[in-house]
């Protein structure tokens, strides 16, 4: 049963950062992509960074800059570090993975390539 657990969120003023966790269990964890998606209220679901088992990422325009995410494989767990944090960064952040053939860059941000999901975790910038 994979499972993938955000924790991290919280309320911050603008200018500030958070880091955001992700912690997976339930599958081989050594062979697959991740990413972070952000779904604002009234908004679609949007990948803002990916990461894949070779530490190569992949980031949103919107974001390129301000955010890193990293991969800690000993661990099982992603991580979300967001400096710089801007009101319109607000929004549920969801926790993305699958595993399978390569995934081009040009797809590791989209929705449909991703698998499993977490319950997400909440950032309000003010």
């Known amino acids: 049963h994979v499972q993938l657990v955000e924790s991290g969120g919280g309320s911050v003023q603008a200018g500030g950062s958070l880091r955001l966790s992700c912690a997976a269990s339930?599958?081989?964890?050594?062979?697959?992509?991740m990413a972070w998606f952000r779904q604002a209220p009234g908004k679609e679901r949007q990948g803002i960074a990916s990461?894949?088992?070779?530490?190569?990422?992949t980031y949103g325009d919107s974001v390129t800059g301000r955010f890193t995410i990293t991969k800690d494989n000993v661990k099982r767990t992603m991580y979300l570090q967001m400096n710089s944090l801007k009101p319109e960064d607000s929004g549920m952040y969801y926790c993305?993975?699958?595993?399978?053939?390569?995934?081009?860059?040009?797809?590791?941000?989209?929705?449909?390539?991703?698998?499993?999901w977490g319950q997400g975790t909440q950032v309000t910038v003010s």
């Open positions: 339930g599958y081989t964890y050594g062979d697959i992509y």
């Open positions: 993305a993975s699958n595993s399978g053939p390569y995934l081009p860059f040009s797809q590791r941000l989209d929705i449909s390539a991703y698998k499993y």
């Open positions: 990461v894949d088992n070779g530490g190569r990422t």
